[in-house]
C-alpha cells in the first residue's frame, strides 16, 4: 500500500466532520475557522517506541494515548479540542496494525468532538507526533503563571498506577492479574481532563498537567508564579493497589515523581475552592486538595503528618 492509499484508507473520511472545517485532508494545508471572541490553543507531542511506550503495547491502546496525551495539554489550558493532525512514522505498513491504531485514535477523537484534518505519513522507526488544537474563549486561558499565596492546591484524581504499571514489568513487581491489568489500562487509556479543564476557567489560578510527575509538574506552577508550596503526602490520592505498594519509598517516588498520571494540577483561591469542589463533582470529577501555595518563591517542602520529608527524585526528563 502506497502512502497516499494508505491516508484515503486509515485516516481520510474517518471519525467526525466539523462544519468549521473548511478544508480537510487532502490539500496542501487545513483550513478551519476560529469562532469569533475565541483564542486558538496549540500543543504538539511525540512519542517514540521504545523511549514513551513499550514497542508490545496493543496498537488500539497506542492511538488512544497517543491524541489523549495532548488532549490533556488543551484541557490544562481550559481549552475545548477542536482539530489534530499527525505524522507518523512506520517500519512498514502493517495493515492490521494501522486499523487497531487508527481505530483507537478516532474512537477518542470523535469521543471529544476532534476532527482529523492532515498530517503527514513516513518510512523510520515507530514515532507519532501529533498537532491538537483548541478553542478558548478570549483571554480565559489557564496558565501556570497565577498561583498566589494562600492558593490552596489541588489534584484531579489518582496518582501513580501507571508508573506502578511501567514499573511493575520492569522490575518485576508481583501484583495479580486483575491488578496488573486495571493498571494498564491507566497507562495504555489515559482520560484526559477535558470538561474539568474547561470547569476551571476563571477560577483557577493556575493549571498543569502531570505529565512528567506531580512534584516536577507543580515545580513549573512554582517557577512561573514566583512563589513556593507545601505538599502533604498523606492527601495525595491513590489506588487501593498504590496504598499497599512497599516499601513506601517506591509508593512515594510512584505516586510523587514519576508521571503519565494525566491529571490536572490547579491553584485555587480561598473564596472559589467550595464552587470548584462542587462545580467538578458534577462532571464526575472528585478533586483532592493536597497543599498550599507559600510565599518561599520556588521552594517546594513535602510533609508527612507534619513532618518534613526529602524530596524524591525528580520527574521524567526528556533528555
Not at 497565577?146 to 489534584?155: C, E, L, Q, S
Not at 517546594?300 to 507534619?306: D, R, S, T
Amino acid at each position: 500500500m502506497k502512502e497516499f492509499e494508505l491516508i484515503n484508507h486509515y485516516f481520510k473520511g474517518r471519525g467526525i466532520a466539523r462544519r468549521d472545517v473548511k478544508v480537510g485532508i487532502g490539500d496542501d494545508c487545513a483550513i478551519v475557522t476560529v469562532p469569533e471572541k475565541h483564542q486558538l490553543a496549540i500543543t504538539t507531542d511525540t512519542l517514540v517506541a521504545g523511549v514513551h511506550f513499550f514497542e508490545d503495547i496493543p496498537p488500539r491502546a497506542l492511538g488512544h494515548r497517543a491524541l489523549a496525551v495532548n488532549l490533556s495539554d488543551l484541557a490544562a489550558m481550559g481549552a475545548e479540542p477542536t482539530w489534530i493532525s499527525i505524522g507518523l512514522t512506520l517500519p512498514e505498513v502493517d495493515m492490521a496494525w494501522l486499523e487497531a491504531f487508527t481505530e483507537g485514535m478516532h474512537e477518542i477523537a470523535e469521543y471529544y468532538n476532534v476532527q482529523l484534518i492532515g498530517g503527514d505519513t513516513t518510512q523510520g522507526p515507530l514515532t507519532i507526533t501529533i498537532c491538537a488544537k483548541g478553542i478558548i474563549p478570549n483571554d480565559k486561558a489557564l496558565t501556570r503563571s497565577g498561583a498566589k499565596v494562600g492558593d490552596w492546591i489541588y489534584v484531579t484524581g489518582e496518582l501513580g498506577d501507571a508508573a506502578l504499571a511501567i514499573e511493575a514489568r520492569k522490575r518485576q513487581i508481583p501484583l495479580g492479574d486483575k491488578q496488573l491489568k486495571r493498571l494498564e489500562e491507566k497507562l495504555h487509556f489515559p482520560t484526559p481532563r477535558v470538561a474539568a479543564g474547561q470547569v476551571l476557567r476563571g477560577m483557577a489560578t493556575a493549571c498543569i498537567d502531570i505529565s512528567d510527575g506531580l512534584l516536577a509538574d507543580l515545580q513549573h506552577i512554582l517557577n512561573k508564579s514566583a512563589v513556593g508550596a507545601i505538599v502533604n503526602i498523606e492527601d495525595v490520592p491513590v489506588s487501593a493497589v498504590m496504598q499497599q505498594l512497599q516499601p513506601e519509598a517506591l509508593r512515594r517516588e510512584l505516586s510523587l515523581a514519576y508521571g503519565d498520571d494525566y491529571e490536572l494540577l490547579f491553584t485555587v483561591n480561598d473564596s472559589n475552592k467550595g464552587a470548584v469542589e462542587a462545580r467538578l463533582r458534577q462532571y464526575g470529577v472528585e478533586p483532592v486538595c493536597i497543599g498550599q501555595i507559600t510565599a518561599s518563591a520556588g521552594k517546594l517542602e513535602l510533609l508527612n503528618e507534619g513532618e518534613k520529608c526529602p524530596l524524591p527524585r525528580s520527574g521524567y526528563q526528556h533528555f
